[in-house]
């Protein structure tokens, strides 16, 4: 889908106008004392806060107001149809785990999905002040006033990667499996930094990050952002990755590709 220049330049002001909302929201409730934190999950603690709703409320208001005829797909909310075929992928708190604890590795998730993927995406990490952005032509990391563009690295082997993921138990055994022959590999594995693992890929800061059981509104953000500065990121065959579930991404085809051979060997993807 070809965008004209001035749809282009509302869409990216529409990323940052629900990213400025979010954070207006989710940042007075970082390390608040007062949080209330429910558990959604069932045999398992998946919590969700007071400023994980409040922030996609409020950022789906403001798509109704601004955007009514864009879908919107959010976390915490049903799914809501659209007509232009735009629709806005939406993880108001990505990292409540990490939010709760007082840890800035949480972030907003903003990907705006094409009917076939992401086209735009956004991870805000709005208490230091960093938003990544990328899609449509551009990548950029800003910081208050100042703006960089995002380019990942050049990493030619596995055995000189950096590789991140949330949680060392990944998935399924058959899923740890293969994620564990990966990590076997790498020059460095480190966890926990939930979407922050992915801002650091498009940065070029890291290689890969490999997660499984993800939903569209973990991954499209991330996605587009990753693949705007130069990487790449699918499912663990190598298919497309904006729905979720199992994710690889990379920021250099040749590590991507030296990963996939042996995730979709080990875990049977």
């Known amino acids: 889908m070809k965008f004209p220049p001035d749809l282009v330049a509302d869409l990216w002001r529409m990323a940052e106008e629900l990213a400025d909302i ?45 955007r009514p005829e864009d879908g919107v797909l959010g976390e915490e909310f049903g799914p809501k149809a659209g007509t232009s075929g735009l629709t806005w992928v939406l993880d108001p708190i990505d990292g409540t785990r990490a939010f709760l604890s007082g840890v800035p590795s949480w972030g907003t998730l903003i990907g705006l999905d094409v009917g076939h993927g992401p086209a735009l995406g956004v991870v805000d990490q709005p208490y230091i002040g960093e938003r990544f952005m990328g899609g449509l032509g551009r990548a950029v990391l800003r910081r208050g006033d100042a703006e960089r563009p995002l380019l990942s690295r050049p990493c030619g082997r596995l055995s000189d990667a950096v590789l991140f993921s949330t949680f060392p138990e990944v998935g399924t055994p058959a899923e740890r499996a293969g994620f564990e022959a990966v990590r076997d590999r790498v020059r460095l594995t480190r966890y926990g930094l939930d979407c922050y693992a992915y801002a650091l890929v498009a940065l070029g800061q890291i290689d890969l990050v490999i997660e499984a059981g993800l939903f569209a509104y973990d991954v499209q953000g991330p996605q587009a952002v990753i693949e705007a500065a130069g990487g790449v990121v699918t499912d663990w065959r190598g298919g497309p990755a904006h729905m979720g579930g199992r994710v690889l991404a990379a ?16 875990a049977g993807a």
């Open 22 to 66: 979010a954070a207006t929201h989710s940042l007075p409730l970082f390390r608040s004392r007062g949080l209330a934190v429910e558990n959604k999950g069932v045999g398992r603690f998946d919590p969700v806060t007071d400023a994980d709703r409040a922030a996609e409320a409020a950022m789906r208001a403001h798509i109704e107001a601004r």
């Open 251 to 266: 920021g250099d085809r040749r590590v991507h590709a030296e990963a996939l051979a042996i995730l979709s060997g080990v």
